[in-house]
T-cell receptor, first 109, second 114 residues
Framework: KNEVEQSPQNLTAQEGEFITINCSYSVGISALHWLQQHPGGGIVSLFMLSSGKKKHGRLIATINIQEKHSSLHITASHPRDSAVYICAVRSNTGNQFYFGTGTSLTVIP | KAGVTQTPRYLIKTRGQQVTLSCSPISGHRSVSWYQQTPGQGLQFLFEYFSETQRNKGNFPGRFSGRQFSNSRSEMNVSTLELGDSALYLC?????????????FGSGTRLTVV
């Protein structure tokens, strides 16, 4: 059983659509990360959350600690948002990192 | 300012050999963590270093080791390479251990074992 589950695995959207990617986890955590990976491998850390909500430009990340669930929202999606989005958690016992398998997003012009 | 620098970018090794990968963190960052990414297993955590000490370690065999130097640069070593070690190896740096405000990733070293 994976400690971190993401959905959907693949997502295709039209430019301008509102997008939601979900992440559920089964361990106690000290922080949750959303990462973006473009073709070629480079990873960018988008958000680190331990509670509540964060916003950066068109990206919004929320976390519900009680329900062990986080969402990443992209408003007014753009083709440059096409990437793999990965949810990762840092456990609060042993400080291990666990990763979701990623959501591959394609935004069509 | 310079980002996280990983060298080399690409590497081809033969099964049974050993390899050393290098990671130079952002200036001022003192924590470095390492990850392996494969198509089958996705991203997996290898280890994390702060102040030249390994702070935590993922579930990898002892063939995988690392160290951190006094200037915060880190190296990881894989001995007795296996075909399954072919992967993208990524490192990330942050200001301090357990930093709650973001990690910066390097571009990775793509290792192919033949």
């Amino acid at each position: 059983k994976n400690e971190v589950e993401q959905s959907p695995q693949n997502l295709t959207a039209q430019e301008g659509e509102f997008i939601t990617i979900n992440c559920s986890y089964s361990v106690g955590i000290s922080a949750l990360h959303w990462l973006q990976q473009h073709p070629g491998g480079g990873i960018v850390s988008l958000f680190m959350l331990s509670s509540g909500k964060k916003k950066h430009g068109r990206l919004i990340a929320t976390i519900n600690i009680q329900e062990k669930h986080s969402s990443l929202h992209i408003t007014a999606s753009h083709p440059r948002d096409s990437a793999v989005y990965i949810c990762a958690v840092r456990s609060n016992t042993g400080n291990q990192f666990y990763f979701g398998t990623g959501t591959s997003l394609t935004v069509i012009p | 300012k310079a980002g996280v620098t990983q060298t080399p970018r690409y590497l081809i090794k033969t099964r049974g050999q050993q390899v050393t990968l290098s990671c130079s963190p952002i200036s001022g960052h003192r924590s470095v963590s390492w990850y392996q990414q494969t198509p089958g297993q996705g991203l997996q955590f290898l280890f994390e270093y702060f102040s030249e000490t390994q702070r935590n370690k993922g579930n990898f065999p002892g063939r995988f080791s690392g160290r951190q130097f006094s200037n915060s640069r880190s190296e990881m070593n894989v001995s007795t390479l296996e075909l399954g070690d072919s992967a993208l190896y990524l490192c990330a740096s942050s200001l301090a251990y357990g930093q709650q405000d973001g990690y910066t990733f390097g571009s990775g070293t793509r290792l192919t074992v033949v």
